[in-house]
């Protein structure tokens, strides 16, 4: 277990880096920032050069990888850091400097235990993009096909955990400080990055991920999801089918190529629509670098995308609340809208339903006045972050990584069809979803399933019964186990020792954080 010298001393040089960038400015400024924590920023900062602009995204690639991943993480979350440092932090993409190949080649052969040629007739040695946790390169199997190859960076698990452990110590001091950081749950925001990153570290689970969603994106012939080679997949290797259409960002060649640049942003907001509202399982790193047109049947172009590490899950029941919040706000039914949030615990009881409609109306209202292109989600959003703290409600990172790929997609739909509306494209797709699992019809198959599986269960429930009730001459139930005395091995002094020695370890961390 880490010392918590080592996580202030981690802390204090990774704070250095970030006051030489400026970074650190903006939390220090906020008047909701503790006074501890903002004497402890100053004194990160004390004596360097800041900078006027921030620069956020250079600074987390300054510490490292770990910290390049987690900016990616904040970058979904404006609510804590700002929308400015949001957008810079969008940066953190794919131009990370790239591993030398022969680095790449003896991690690809100690991952399959044999010659990479032995897999694939060639590989270029040049990747086509770099990023924090690994870079692809682009190859050719020896059956003939080419593939895109993604393989793990040297030593980037280790890296990880030292830092994440840093992280969890660090959330788990600035919650314990109160007020709005602890309403804003930071150690619930690193849990989440703890979990995205397990599941990137095992490019296993990446591809698992990217063959459920496949499977699931089955309706959505328009929206392509590659076939993963499970042959040439491991733990630090994912093979997956290379993917040679035009990025969404290059419209020029998307015009040129002769695209339904609309006919594109209608088939991206519906397979969104359908991964998060029907499927409950969405792609949640959906920008223009991670998104291709491909060709289509009956010249109809399709949609193909790529990097399945980030992966957002909801349950029905949160659909279902996300539906019909979408719809109420579409409609302008706020009341409905405010419900919905004090039914799913998103706001504590001791509110007002009726205050927090007309805060939803302030939001809402403003934007069903304007021209329709220029209606927008991420307007929306911005209006929503800015009452969460008047009703104190929590964040929940589930909806919050939804709603950054929401306004991520209306973004790339955006830049296809600038006349295009996420509202007007998301309401029959709403509207129809809604009335398929509210309906009656909905409801009548809900109580039937509902009935046949509580019938399911009665034969052993019966048996369950008859166990612990056995019939006259039957056996006796089995007496219950004793309780176990749990006894300490060891003299007094040397628990003594270990306190005196643990109380002092808390009394210098707590000097170096507070003082």
Known sequence: MTSPVVHTWRLLKWGRILARHGALRGIERDPNTPPNLRRLLRLARFGARVPKVPRYADALQ??????????????????????????????????????????????????????????FARIEEQPVGAASIAQVHRAITTDGRTVAV????????????????????????????????????????????????????????????????????????????????????????????????????????????????PRLANTLVHAFLRQAIAEGFFHADMHQGNLFALPGANGR???????????????????????????GLITGNYKRVAEIHFEAGYVPPHHSVAEFAT???????????????????????????????????QTQPHLLLLQK?????????TALDPD???????????????????????????????????????PDLIRNIEARYPAPGGAPPAPPLREIEVVRIGSGWRYVAVALFSAALAVLATWLVLG
């Open 405 to 413: 790929t929401m306004v991520m997609v209306e973004g790339v739909a």
């Open 301 to 327: 172009g399709r949609i193909a995308a790529i990097d399945f590490g980030i992966m957002g899950r909801i349950d029905r029941r949160a659909r279902v609340w996300l539906a019909e919040i979408l719809y």
């Open 62 to 119: 300054a510490i490292g990888p770990a910290a390049v991943k987690l900016g990616q993480t904040l970058a979904t979350r404006p609510d804590i850091i700002g929308e400015a440092a949001a957008l810079d932090l969008q940066r953190l993409q794919d131009n990370l400097p790239s591993v030398p190949f022969e680095t790449v080649y003896a991690s690809m052969t100690a991952a399959f235990g044999r010659d990479p040629m032995d897999l």
């Open 150 to 261: 993604k393989v793990q960076r040297p030593g980037v698990e280790e890296d990880f955990a030292r830092a994440i452990d840093t992280y969890q110590w660090a959330a788990a001091q600035i919650e314990g400080m109160g007020g709005e950081l602890a309403r804003l749950r930071p150690r619930l925001v690193i849990e989440t990055f703890k979990r995205w990153t397990a599941r990137e570290l095992d490019l296993r689970r990446e591809a698992a991920s990217a063959s459920e969603l496949k499977d699931s994106m089955a309706a959505e012939p328009d929206f392509h999801v590659p076939e993963i080679d499970w042959a040439r997949t491991s733990g630090k290797v994912l093979t997956l089918e290379w993917i040679g259409g035009i990025k969404l960002s290059n419209r020029t060649a998307l015009i040129e190529a002769g695209y339904d640049l």
């Open 420 to 458: 295009i509306n996420l509202w007007n494209a998301a309401a029959p797709f709403v509207r129809e979803w809604i009335r398929t699992e509210l309906g009656p019809e909905a409801a009548i198959a809900d109580r039937l399933i509902t009935d046949l599986r509580t019938f399911a269960r009665l």
């Open 359 to 393: 805060a939803l109306r302030a939001v809402g209202e403003p934007m069903r006045g304007l021209p329709v292109k220029d209606m927008s989600i991420g307007m929306m959003l911005d209006g929503l972050f800015s009452i969460t703290r008047d009703f104190d409600m």
